[in-house]
């Protein structure tokens, strides 16, 4: 079992920047890959970034440039570093353990003037 919480979400101006954190309990975090993804109201949950054991990290081309996934596999936590942020990152994010049906609550995104 894998319990995954995120946080640092919230409300934030186009081109504001925000640091999301996803902490897993259990002293196994370190061998899952982990992936974040994004849901906007009426639309599809979707891929947003993924890091592997190693730190291998992929992006998603609609925030490629702008987002950073990372990952303390010694504070059992990934990270996504959001920047210049538009309207459209507008979602709830949440963070999944890759290959298993663990996911976490989700936490609010909002960019907005």
């Known amino acids: 079992q894998v319990q995954l919480v995120e946080s640092g979400g919230g409300l934030v101006q186009p081109g504001g920047s925000l640091r999301l954190s996803c902490a897993a309990s259990?002293?196994?975090?370190?061998?899952?890959?982990m992936e974040w993804y994004r849901q906007a109201p009426g639309k599809r949950r979707e891929l947003v970034a993924s890091?592997?054991?190693?730190?291998?990290?992929s992006h998603a081309d609609s925030v490629k440039g702008r987002f950073t996934i990372s990952r303390d596999n010694a504070k059992n936590t990934v990270y996504l570093q959001m920047n210049n942020l538009k309207p459209e990152d507008t979602a709830v994010y949440y963070c999944?353990?890759?290959?298993?049906?663990?996911w976490g609550q989700g936490t609010q995104v909002t960019v907005s003037s």
């Open positions: 999944h353990t890759y290959g298993t049906i663990f």
């Open positions: 259990g002293s196994i975090f370190s061998i899952y890959r």
């Open positions: 890091i592997t054991t190693s730190g291998s990290a």
